[in-house]
């Protein structure tokens, strides 16, 4: 998902990192919160805190932690990692503004396994009902979750049929190719009145030869002759 965080930090999101609770902001929810790495990374990049911050990641007493957590971090607007509950809150927010009159826009990323949550489904027959048009759902579509294919744990499919059943305006794209990935998240709404889903259709582990398509890559972390090598293919000198 890092080529989707990439396009949102990089012009699509209205954020402003001097400012983090600026109350026009659009608000991003990461519900995938177990990959939280590439967000801090996103937000450290677009100046919300310092890179040096990135060293201790993930270690005891870090400030960040191996789940997103947004105590202490600017940028983040929410803890998540507990699957599921990253929409239901989005689509709180999203009803929020929308009564408030307000123009911030409020966008969730969600991992395809996370889907197999009640919670979502739940969401997504509340969000077309409300109207909810300053909503957009990102689906990492990498077919891989825990302990198997999406397809082998609990098969989605027809998956964008679904959510265009319950009322959203759905596109699919190629969720590395940064031209789609612009395209999708720039003319919002998709459709007056209706919230936006865009299913991005991705590589876990792309650009890594033995990483790509691998179940292993979605709990280990590389050593460091893996990381090197990893590195390395993805062009990576420093």
Request: proline letters at 4%.
């Amino acid at each position: 998902m890092a080529d989707l965080l990439a396009v949102l930090y990089n012009g699509i999101l209205r954020v402003d990192p001097k400012r983090p609770d600026w109350a026009e902001r659009d608000r991003f929810i990461l519900s995938k919160g177990h990959a939280c790495a590439a967000l801090y990374v996103a937000l450290a990049e677009r100046g919300f805190f310092p890179d040096s911050w990135l060293d201790d990641f993930y270690q005891d007493g870090a400030r960040l932690a191996g789940h997103a957590t947004h105590v202490g971090v600017p940028g983040v607007e929410i803890s998540t990692g507990s699957l599921g509950h990253g929409l239901p809150i989005a689509c709180g927010m999203a009803l929020a503004a929308k009564r408030n009159r307000e123009l911030h826009r409020v966008f969730v990323m969600l991992s395809d396994g996370e889907c197999d949550e009640g919670s979502n489904w739940e969401a997504a027959l509340f969000a077309p009902h409300h109207r909810l048009d300053n909503l957009v759902v990102i689906i990492d579509y990498n077919k891989i979750q825990s302990l198997g294919t999406v397809k082998e744990v609990l098969d989605l499919e027809p998956f964008a049929d679904k959510w265009r059943a319950f009322g959203w305006a759905v596109q699919e794209i190629d969720g590395h190719n940064v031209g789609q990935i612009e395209q999708a998240l720039t003319d919002l709404p998709a459709k007056a009145d209706k919230p936006t889903c865009v299913i991005a259709h991705t590589i876990k582990g792309k650009g890594v030869s033995f990483m790509e398509h691998k179940l292993l890559w979605h709990y280990r972390s590389p050593n460091s002759e893996e990381m090197t090598g990893a590195m390395s293919e993805l062009g990576v000198t420093e």
